[in-house]
């Protein structure tokens, strides 16, 4: 277990990479926007950036609606 603060809150998860964090939180398949420590991820990099205590992770997912 780390403890990663997500989208502003401590939260521990058994996540060893950002892909582990998106699958763990549900939105695995789902359009989302990744930014790790202030650097915005594309998909291909989430299953090879490996998660550390104290990493700040935002999660920005789409939601369709009128």
Not at 16 to 28: A, I, N, Q, Y
Not at 46 to 54: F, I, K, L, R, S
Request: charged share 25%; aromatic share 4%; no cysteine.
């Amino acid at each position: 277990m780390k403890e990663l603060i997500i989208n502003g809150s401590k939260r521990e998860l058994d996540a060893s990479t950002v892909e582990d964090v998106v699958r763990l939180l549900g939105l695995e398949g789902r359009p989302v926007v990744a930014e790790v420590n202030g650097e915005v991820l594309t998909l291909e990099r989430w299953a090879d950036t490996a998660t550390e205590p104290g990493m700040s992770i935002e999660l920005v997912h789409f939601v369709g609606g009128g």
